[in-house]
């Protein structure tokens, strides 16, 4: 059985903890051709959209999971949403936590919406990533 | 002193940006964000897909996006909250001089010391990203 309704509200464990890097971040701000000062100096925090790294990483548990029988390949980003509490800064300990929120399918489209939960090991939350993803399902001939 | 925050209201309008992406930006992307989807360095990957060229990663180009707000506020820590559509994607030519995404924003809204700003992009005249909107503190 792949994806349904039935698989909303599904939770998966966390990620295993990621630790926040000046030389990533440098690399991440590069990436966007960014040059603020925000994010280099002695205490650096992340660009925002930085958290895509450890939701990204969530991600892994939702293609793994048999029972949904999703593929990476066939699946398009349609709309991505971040709620801060605070930024990432250099040091943090975080981890991702995934959950299945809405489900909607029409033929072989289907609608994802996951949310990832970004906190530190301690607990503290950081950031909120919301994903809906189209899954186009392959239909055997 | 006076900063510009403090005169922000409904229709301010952000100072606008390009920015432009080559190949080696998405391989450099790619890298920073852990996102190796070949579509988006591939041009054989992006022709089984369907797609007539590589394109950007949306991520890449919802992080520039938001630089025409960071830029302006200054403290990146100041943004709160950030949702985009990815409408079209963003083709991305192995030229040297690659694909401009143009990127403005404008202040629709200012409650409780938090600005709400409706951004665009548009790469050749087409909205590259839908219903834009962050929310940032000016307090």
Redesign the interface.
Same mark, same amino acid.
């Given at each position: 059985m792949p994806i349904s309704e039935s698989h909303v509200g599904r939770v998966y464990p966390a990620t295993e903890p990621y630790v926040v890097s000046a030389a990533k971040v440098h690399e991440f701000a590069a990436a966007l051709q960014d040059d603020s000062p925000a994010y280099t100096g002695s205490d650096p925090i992340a660009p925002p959209t930085f958290a895509m790294v450890i939701g990204a990483a969530a991600w892994g548990a939702l293609f793994s999971d048999p029972e949904l029988g999703l593929e990476l390949r066939r699946t398009v980003h349609g709309e991505q949403r971040f709620d801060w509490d605070r930024p990432l800064r250099t040091g943090d300990a975080v981890t991702g936590t995934l959950s299945i929120t809405k489900f909607r399918a029409r033929g072989a489209t289907e609608m994802i919406t996951i949310a990832v939960e970004v906190a530190t090991t301690e607990g503290e939350r950081i950031c909120t990533a919301t994903s809906t993803l189209i899954h186009n399902r392959e239909v055997a001939a | 002193m006076m900063s510009a925050l403090d005169a922000v209201e409904p229709g301010t309008v952000l100072p606008s940006l390009t920015?432009r992406f080559t190949r080696t930006?998405l391989v450099?992307?790619a890298? &920073?964000?852990?996102?190796f989807?070949p579509i988006h360095h591939s041009d054989r990957a992006a022709a089984e /897909?369907g797609l007539d060229d590589v394109i950007a990663h949306? %991520? /890449?180009t %919802?992080?520039?996006a /938001?630089?025409v707000v960071?830029?302006w506020v200054g403290?990146?820590?100041r943004? /709160?909250?950030? &949702?985009?559509?990815?409408t079209r994607p963003v083709r991305v030519p192995d030229t040297a001089d690659g694909t401009a995404v143009d990127i403005e924003g404008v202040v629709k809204a200012v409650a409780d010391g938090v600005a709400t700003v409706s951004i665009e992009a548009r790469c050749g005249g087409e909205k590259v990203l839908g219903g834009a909107v962050a929310e940032v503190r000016v307090d």
């Open positions: - | 920015v930006d450099r992307y890298g &920073a964000s852990t996102d989807n /897909l949306g %991520m /890449l %919802m992080g520039t /938001l630089r960071t830029d403290d990146p820590g943004v /709160l909250s950030y &949702a985009v559509r990815f």
